[in-house]
């Protein structure tokens, strides 16, 4: 029996991924909107309508998902530690790298907080795993990942192309390479800068092994959402599926559609996600095979060398602790 | 609480993706290999086993798939509408359109029947059918299917690749643009025929309009399951997507894989179709949007006509009765 | 030093063509329109207008191109026998059978006659007929070959599509698989018909040794000109390469242009074609690696097999003389 | 009346490239190589065997080609200059920016000087500088280019993987925007390295607007030579044109080759390159419209930053004279 904390855009979405699984049941939700909390409370097919608090603390619920907005993501997760209940908690796991650490002090020997970064689940990612770990490109010496997005949404603001897009370049590197990122240069065009958005941006990072990774995040591409990876190994080179829609032919030429967004692009992974999660708990575990605080702490530490970087305009190394 | 009669690959397959799926739970299964039945019981999590009789009567069913062979469909079909029960039947519906017709008469005026053509939820079809419909292309003029296996199963023999494969084109054709099928030829160039199934199949046929549709049919092409369809409208051309995995590149070149078989390329659709019938039903209704009986008999009809031709050598009219 | 009948939009592209190659020089043009015969002997750096007779007995000519309108063909090409120069003639070779049989009874032994069939030096021709000698998709047992153009020009009515257009794939079908084709159906979709053309059409041909070939034949598809041929084999299958252009990825979506026509997409055959046709007269020889005399004559009696079977609605076996 | 000095692999390319081209013949060719030279002064067709001096002085030579090695240009292109004769020499111009000043001094309101950096001819770059400047896409902002060769060249080692490679990007990223690098950093992956060559190598460079341009020069991918630009604009991208071949489909999956070396892939442009040349010296000009001495010597500028900024690890800018 789950409860859910945020009913916007992606809340009501991930009732409906849910809504439409087995195994688990909505039960409660909790917004400080009193019509979409309405909403998602029917969707669900009539839930409870509760505070955070209250829905954390209700007894029918056994685990949480936290997709409110990003400042009350590190208050909500440790409430649900300190109730004991497993926590999907959407990126980034908090807002400051000291909330983090607390998350993880507090996860420390549990192992209840899983962070939404749901790539980890998307088919295609999962392929092109297969096909590096299978060995037939050899080792990895290039990483190259564009993630654009049509059109940047209103409260993308300063630097948040980094800490709050290119995050999920972070983790998903991570999982691909099984390494960690030792240290990033992040720039932008001159020309660019769309309202108050530093969009688009550039990064490259350096690996523990050396493996160099260029990374660029665009906010406002129009045509579509676009996220393609590819790795140059020693022996060859691998390049992620691409998503095609239905191809067009008229006097306009041949025309293709992207997806329109994420939403769209990563369903799969989402309700993927979902259902491993489910399953996790129905068999006794703490969580699914997602990113844990962990990783969601090493996405927040990359991205905060990388917003350094931008400002210095030099290397900024990723610092982790060895204890917290 | 849904019934499935069948526990062979596809039978096992539908009951894994209705456990994963939410609003519905399989109750009762029946099959008479009592090892994969029980196996069958185990994954929906403790169903009964009964007979199929027994299973159309249990009061704990509400509604029936069958996925038993192709010879007991009919039958089977039958007895849930002599039950008043909702019933997904695979195709085809039934092995002569005697039988298909006394379904049509025992389900008339009730649409308790639904036919698994699954193409008609598959994501890249319904993209497919809405650019058709928004008109961009123009009117269509001539279509081109292409349905390939990378191996056929042993007990597809003789003219299968008609009435148990390329069903699936003549469903799907009717269901793009809206209109009959008035007659089609078949051929197989004289080489061919694999084991005892001929096979490929390449058949043309005309509808009401006078639409031209190319259809190749082939069992055993070893690269993959390859779904395409094309349309020439006057206007322009539309071409499905197609669904493509990780590039490789190597010494060997730039490999792409298709999707190993109609489980994996069809995954979504038949997630969907059973997503959209338990959510039918949950509403009130007798079944989904998906094909009814009538459409069963239809596909049928056209692939007793692809037959005789197949035979003739000729054209064959597809003969679609006015009453039954 | 090369005499060109015929100044029209493909004469003039030739005389460019030529005019950019080395070992021949174009000395006399012919037509009737003494503005574009003008401009054509301007092009050519200043060549001598005659009159076809005139250019064919021309003591500077060594060898002509003919590319005059259809129905003088076979008249210049006998001219150009009787002058015992070698001649390289635009398809259709004549516009009767019986003209035809006239050259091959005037070219046999002697071997002087070449037919503009370009695409035999395609690069891309080239390279899919290499795979299907290599052998590894098989024994050819479908074939699909599409030939689409973005606007039929307004001299193409009635049958022209298979006389004009189509004996492209006659003449490329036996190059590609070295047998001939035994019979052929086509028809063309009841609402078609653009202006006074029949269009578009849908061919399936049967060859001598049973591979059965799909053909379509579209005078007006508007996105371009788009020409496709794919091998389905006892052991796999062979796609030509596609020709794309720069993609642009705007609010509209993705585009991709195709050529805008024959010329574009077949720039580099006509080029090869005249470059192995210039090295194999001065080789001494009498023709190119280019259809022969023969070759014509079969591609214009698979063309009258068309035809009769548009007409008939039925097969229509394709008559070829043993002697002549 | 063209002079060649240089019979090696690419000599003699273009040996045969100019023969099989119209207005102009290959008069003379060097080589210190007897058995070479020999070669190339037949396959010319006769050609005097000269050394470079006597056929730069030769009064029957009109114009030179230079495609010796690296090491002997400067001094060749500038007995060119001294005996009034345009030249058209391969790239590098030089091999010292002194020796490339040099000949900017001595080329200075002459103009006879042409760098051989054939992509500026390519179809497919010129086709997506033509829709760049179209302004679709908007004013560019990132700029991606992949230049991957299947096997280095032994003769390939240390830092010409940037001097003898990545130059051609320099060249053609100026053609394409009209604007010049600024700095330019590069660096190799930790564990990358064959052989004695530094590969591969990724680049980041900022030009006078602003725009960010990212590029790869990879020596051994294996599987063939890969070209690839694409271009991020304000309002939309661009992406360079693929060359695909014939796509092979067995039970290894789906193969599509990609071209062997440059000189497959750039054949179009080297002959375009030369009829250009040749075209422009016949109607008096005194070279063609490809790259300048200046624009040789911005590419071994940028080339001379790119070696710095991989040995220091960071930026280096590039210094441009504004008198030489």
Redesign the interface.
């Known amino acids: 029996m789950i409860g859910i904390i945020g009913s916007g855009v992606m809340g009501m979405s991930h009732v409906a991924t849910?809504?439409?699984?087995?195994?688990?049941?909505v039960v409660a939700v909790s917004d400080p909107d009193a019509v979409r909390v309405a909403q998602a409370a029917a969707l669900a097919g009539g839930a409870k309508v509760l505070s955070p608090e209250a829905l954390i603390a209700d007894p029918s619920v056994d685990a949480v998902i936290v997709v409110s907005p990003d400042a009350k993501h590190a208050e909500q997760v440790l409430a649900c530690l300190a109730a004991g209940k497993p926590v999907l908690c959407e990126k980034p796991l908090a807002t400051s790298l000291a909330d983090g650490a607390a998350i993880l002090r507090a996860d420390a020997g549990r192992g209840l907080v899983q962070v939404g970064y749901m790539r980890r689940f998307d088919p295609?990612y999962v392929?092109?795993k297969q096909?590096l770990q299978a060995g037939?490109?050899g080792?990895p010496?290039?990483i190259?990942m564009i993630h654009?997005n049509a059109t940047a949404p209103a409260f993308m603001v300063g630097t948040q192309g980094i800490t709050n897009s290119m995050v999920h370049e972070f983790d998903i590197l991570r999982w691909l390479i099984g390494e960690e990122i030792l240290r990033i240069r992040v720039?932008?065009?001159?020309?660019?800068k769309q309202g108050g958005l530093i969009d688009?941006l550039?990064a490259?990072a350096?690996t523990a092994?050396?493996?160099?990774v260029?990374m660029?995040n665009?906010g406002n591409?129009?045509?579509?959402y676009?996220i393609r990876t590819e790795i140059?190994g020693?022996?060859?080179?691998?390049?992620?599926?691409?998503r095609?829609?239905?191809?067009?032919?008229?006097?306009?030429?041949?025309?293709?559609?992207?997806p329109a967004d994420f939403t769209q692009r990563f369903a799969?992974a989402y309700r993927i996600q979902f259902?491993d999660w489910i399953a996790a708990l129905a068999a006794g575990k703490t969580k699914g095979a997602g990113s844990n605080a962990w990783d969601g702490y090493v996405a927040m530490a990359v991205a905060e060398a990388g917003v350094a970087a931008l400002q210095s305009g030099d290397w900024a190394d990723v610092s982790l602790p060895t204890q917290f």
């Open positions: 849910l809504t439409g699984l087995g195994g688990a049941k295609d392929d092109l096909h037939g490109a080792d010496l290039l190259r654009r720039q932008t065009p001159r020309a660019a688009p550039l490259v350096e092994s050396g493996i160099l260029e660029e665009s591409v129009r045509y579509g676009d140059l020693s022996a060859g080179a691998l390049m992620m599926a691409a095609p829609a239905t191809r067009r032919q008229t006097a306009a030429g041949e025309v293709i559609s992207h799969d259902q």
